[in-house]
Structure formats: C-alpha cells, structure tokens
C-alpha cells in the first residue's frame, strides 16, 4: 500500500497512526466538556430570574462541584461512547455530521468560553 500513489507518498502512513490517537482524545475531550457545560447551564439559567447577581467565582465552583456528580461520569461516558462511534462511521456525511461538528463546536466554544474568563480576570484584576 506504500507508495501507491506515487514516490514520496509514504510519509502518510504515520499520519494514520495519529489520525487514529486524535479520533480518540478529541471526542474524549469533549465529551468532558459536555459534560460539565450541560449540568452547568440548566443550573446557572434556571434561576436566573430570582437571584441578583451570580459571580464567576460561584459559576467556576458550580463547574468544579459538577465533576463530582454522578450525573457528570454517566453524561461523559454517554457522550464519549457516542463520539467513538460516529468517529467510525463509513459514511462520510455522518461523521462529519455526528463527531466533527459537534467535537470541534464544543471544543471552540470551551476554549472561547476559557478565554473570555482569562480576559475578563486580566481586565478587572482579582477580588
């Protein structure tokens, strides 16, 4: 199979090996993030009309109190299992549509989210 195409095309066989290695941290890792953003946002939006003002500190522990919730290990198992499989797919239309868009949206919008605190903290300084 090396060198099928041509001279010069056998350096793609590695890239199989890490291929394989990102198909299985990417979906891992957001299926973690999921997770954890999931329990956070029902719990943070559902009173959001009584409270008066909810800080990052206490959004930043809500997140932290989810990862020892068993809802979390169940819903990143879930996700996690889902992922692994979509990521086999033959068919190229739904894996593209069922592990890369949601693998790479929630992988955005996380580190989006991470870095918005960061700027945030970097602007206001702490306390």
Do not use: D, Q
């Not at 930043?60 to 989810?66: I, K, L, Y």
């Amino acid at each position: 199979m090396a060198g099928e195409w041509g001279p010069g095309f056998e350096i793609l066989g590695p890239l199989k090996g890490i291929m394989a290695y990102f198909k299985g941290v990417v979906p891992t890792t957001a299926a973690l993030f999921l997770a954890v953003l999931i329990p956070m946002f029902r719990t943070t939006f559902r009173g959001i009309g009584s409270e008066k003002g909810t800080g990052s500190a206490a959004v930043a522990a809500g997140m932290m109190g989810s990862i020892f919730s068993p809802w979390f290990w169940i819903l990143s198992v879930l996700f996690s299992v889902f992922l692994y499989f979509s990521a086999r797919f033959e068919n190229t239309a739904l894996r593209i549509l069922l592990f890369w868009i949601p693998t790479i949206t929630v992988s955005v919008v996380v580190f989006g989210f991470w870095a918005l605190l960061e700027l945030l903290i970097l602007r206001f300084g702490r306390g």
